[in-house]
């Protein structure tokens, strides 16, 4: 059989990575958008608190990228933060949050314990997104390794 009557296949990919952007600057959002696609992730936008929600809820996303003013919110008072803050944590531990401020100094550990993020991002530093969220994941991959193991060990995946 010849190349031409092959039949057409799609290269397969073994597990899509998901990620789901909460971002209202265009500006803003098209680098992230940029960062994750090249990090090979399949991206979808939130428009709305209320559409990051329902995303959620029928959706696994690896990554979520949050700007803690999404949707008009203050830092404060963010209801897609605090959605994540009080979700489960045998749902939450399998999500890699990443949140956008301005206030805020990217990769600063104690302020991404303090706001239930995985990692924290300065406004500033979306230009280099890419290779902050390269470093940054794995690393968050290594940190639960083991506690995912012995959780899967103990049948509780």
């Known amino acids: ?73 203050s830092p404060e008072n963010n209801e897609v933060l605090k959605h994540f803050q009080h979700m489960p944590m045998a749902t939450r531990r399998h999500i890699f949050l990443a949140l956008i401020g301005k206030d805020m100094k990217t990769l600063d550990n104690m302020t991404a314990f303090a706001k239930s993020a995985n990692a924290v991002v300065n406004e500033s530093d979306l230009p280099n997104l890419k290779n902050i969220l390269k470093k940054s994941i794995p690393d968050n991959d290594r940190f639960y390794k083991v506690y995912k193991e012995s959780l899967i060990k103990m049948g509780k995946r």
């Open 1 to 73: 059989m010849d190349e031409h009557n092959m039949p057409h296949t799609e290269e397969y990919e073994e597990e899509l990575k998901t990620a789901m952007v909460c971002e209202d600057n265009p500006e803003y959002q098209k680098a992230i958008i940029s960062a994750l696609g090249e990090l090979k992730y399949n991206v979808e936008i939130a428009s709305s608190a209320a559409d990051s929600f329902d995303k959620v809820r029928f959706n696994r996303y690896d990554v979520i990228v949050l700007n803690e003013k999404f949707g008009g919110a």
